[in-house]
């Protein structure tokens, strides 16, 4: 082996991919045990990009980020949301907890000011959280967002569709989130940072509409039946 | 009383000098546009003199610079100078239009000494880069007397100042031509032989008017002068000489004009967080430009900041002949204080303002917004959107009473196109608004969607069926 090779295999800086070493990377837990699990115990990193790609919205995409939003309310820093689909619903976040003074709701006109928010808002000592939902990016431009993220120790989560899934990108952790029977959400981690991906699990979100029990039989009809004939 | 007197021999040059990078000649010419009225030293340098003609002018100088005399500018410099002024002296008077008196009697307890006071002004004016004659006497015209001359210098002593006017010649004095000519026929040569004359022989063969002008000069007749009061705005302006075209080309005065304003506030104690910027166009209408920070401010640099991004967004319409900033609104400041009762640190507080500066700036201050949940029982209206504000102290209140409601609300009501896959819960009706002509009438359902969607759903009266939110 050459000089260098032996060099980074003492120092123990080569990756190998049969051993899976315990990372010690920043992170947050995601208060999901199931999912911290599958990620070797860590959660969202913190430095660097996640992203979320899914098909629609409702599937239970902004309870599996209500645990963290809820942790950082309390420690006082501001969760930015850039560019939501639609309009975060102030009384149903007010009702999980989440201080919505410290929540900030952001809206571009264009790319150019999508990005330039997003780096300004990761710099920053204040964010504790960044919810993005880009358009369409680049991979160059996500390898920029990358590098702020590094900047500022700070959790980024791109909402982007599930069709960019099959594209690499330089984001730390990727997740496929999908829609189970159950009202679950289905996780598929597609990357993450130190160890193989691959890991599936399913949460359960059914709480999120207060449908914990299971009782369908509570809607005595379905009254579709009686308006569409 | 003792007086200071501050003679501007080139005052508008100064001004104009200072917000000029580079120092070439320069000269101000009268209304018309014919004669060199002041000239500064490279001007003088390169043999211009004031009252030279114009033509004479630039074919000494081909690339002089030149500014058009005018009073209302002049008077307004004049007063930028008595703002200054007025951090070290209470009672000021204009002399338009060169002029600043400042009663420094009593002033010289508080600086310790005269030479004290002499020492602070200078340094003001340094700091300033402005020129001034600096005169002291017992009256108002003893005082601009020697200013004028040239005679300046830093001593209380009656004697001392008495001798220096007396030996002053006539035509220095400030008396009107004829009374001059007068004078001198009657073998007068300077100010202290008139002293001698007596009073009643001055008023019988001279005026009465110039008997009262010779007695305020020597103090034996009273010459009350209302003091100036400062406004409550700040207010800069920068002139070019050369028009500025690039947005790149403010920032250098801008830099000085912060500043100014930066020491300003300290002075008053206060803040803001508003600026205003006028930029004046030779043809066009001005531009205005607001720039406003998240919270109160009043460091230069943080204000630079923010212009610096608000330019770059905002082109240049047509060249800028001046520039204005304005300040109207001051707010107290606070002490800084390492933490606050919540434990919330300094740093904090100021990286969050300075973030939202910045978002406001660039994006505009209504694209950033804040929820809250209001009363009302109809859905789109149980929420509102408000400018962003720093809010500590509201301890949260889970709020558990409140009813189930989605995370997503979407934009207006979207008709349902598909049949839902699983009902879960509802009927629940809303019905309200009939007090503001805003009337809902509706049945919600939570149901589950084919895609995997988990939906809140409504029927209205009218029996159509809509999406109305997401439980994302």
């Known amino acids: ?229 | 009383m003792l007086w200071l007197y501050l003679h501007f021999p080139h005052l508008v040059l100064d001004h104009i000098r200072r917000t000029r990078e580079d120092q070439g000649a320069l000269v101000v010419v009268e209304g018309s546009g014919q004669k060199v009225i002041q000239a500064c030293p490279e001007a003088r340098s390169q043999g211009i003199r004031s009252g030279m003609r114009l033509k004479t002018a630039i074919s000494l100088a081909p690339d002089l610079g030149m500014v058009r005399a005018d009073e209302t500018q002049e008077a307004r410099i004049l007063e930028d100078q008595a703002r200054w002024l007025y951090r070290y002296a209470a009672h000021i008077v204009l002399v338009p239009p060169d002029g600043l008196l400042a009663e420094i009697g009593s002033l010289q307890k508080l600086y310790g000494g005269l030479p004290a006071v002499w020492q602070t002004v200078e340094q003001g004016l340094n700091e300033r880069q402005l020129n001034a004659w600096i005169g002291i006497g017992y009256t108002p015209l003893a005082a601009r007397l020697i200013a004028r001359a040239g005679k300046g210098e830093c001593t209380a002593d009656k004697g001392h100042i008495q001798r220096n006017l007396s030996q002053m010649p006539l035509l220095a004095a400030e008396f009107n031509e004829k009374a001059c000519t007068r004078l001198q026929r009657l073998g007068l040569n300077t100010l202290g032989e008139v002293f001698e004359l007596p009073p009643g022989e001055l008023a019988r063969r001279l005026s009465p008017e110039l008997l009262a002008y010779i007695q305020k000069i020597q103090g034996t007749r009273p010459d009350p002068r209302t003091p100036w009061q400062p406004p409550h705005s700040f207010r800069q302006q920068a002139d070019f000489v050369q028009e500025i075209e690039h947005t790149q080309g403010l920032l250098f005065p801008l830099q000085r004009m912060l500043a100014e304003l930066e020491e300003d506030l300290c002075w008053r104690q206060q803040d803001t967080d508003s600026l205003r910027l006028v930029l004046r166009h030779r043809h066009s209408e001005p531009t205005r430009l607001q720039i406003r920070t998240s919270g109160p401010e009043h460091r230069a640099d943080h204000f630079l900041n923010l212009i610096r991004l608000r330019l770059e967004q905002h082109s240049l319409s047509a060249p800028v002949i001046s520039m204005v900033l304005l300040v109207k609104r001051f707010l107290s400041r606070e002490a800084p204080s390492g933490q606050d009762l919540l434990g919330e640190t300094q740093d904090l507080n100021e990286a969050w303002h300075t973030l939202i500066s910045r978002l406001q700036a660039r994006l505009g201050d209504q694209a950033l917004r804040q929820l809250s949940p209001q009363a009302d029982h109809r859905p789109e209206r149980a929420w509102s959107a408000s400018e962003v504000l720093r809010k500590t102290g509201t301890p949260l209140v889970p709020a558990a009473e409140l009813p189930r409601r989605p995370l997503w609300l979407l934009k207006g009501p979207q008709p349902l196109t598909e049949a839902p896959v699983t009902w879960f819960s509802g009927p629940e009706r809303i019905s309200g608004g009939w007090w503001d002509g805003q009337r809902v009438h509706r049945d919600y359902y939570i149901a589950q969607l084919n895609s995997g969607q988990l939906a809140w759903v409504f029927r209205d009266a009218r029996e159509g069926w809509f999406v109305h939110g997401w439980f994302g």
């Open chain 1, 1 to 229: 082996m050459s000089e260098l090779l032996n060099t980074l295999m003492q120092d123990a800086r080569v990756w190998q991919g049969h051993r899976h070493t315990q990372t010690t990377q920043p992170a947050e837990p995601t208060g999901y045990q199931v999912l911290d699990n599958q990620l070797g115990g860590l959660g969202w990193p913190r430095g660097a990009l996640s992203e979320c790609l899914l098909d629609a919205p409702g599937i239970g995409e902004l309870h599996l980020l209500l645990p963290l939003m809820q942790r950082v309310c309390g420690e006082g820093k501001s969760v930015f949301w850039l560019n939501p689909p639609h309009t975060p619903y102030a009384p149903a976040l007010a009702r999980e907890g989440v201080n919505l003074d410290q929540v900030v709701l952001i809206h571009t006109e264009d790319e150019g000011d999508f990005l330039w928010t997003l780096e300004n808002c990761l710099r920053s000592p204040v964010t504790g959280l960044v919810m993005a939902w880009p358009g369409k990016l680049a991979s160059r431009e996500v390898r920029r967002l990358q590098l702020a993220a590094e900047a500022g120790s700070n959790v980024c989560v791109l909402f982007r569709e599930r069709r960019y899934a099959e594209q690499n990108s330089p984001a730390a952790l990727r997740l496929e989130l999908e829609p189970g029977e159950q009202q679950d959400l289905k996780v598929n981690v597609l990357k993450r940072r130190g160890s193989w991906p691959g890991q599936r699990c399913s949460l359960a979100m059914a709480q999120r509409a207060d449908l914990s029990f299971r009782e369908t039989t509570r809607v005595v009809r379905g009254p579709w039946s009686g308006s569409t004939g």
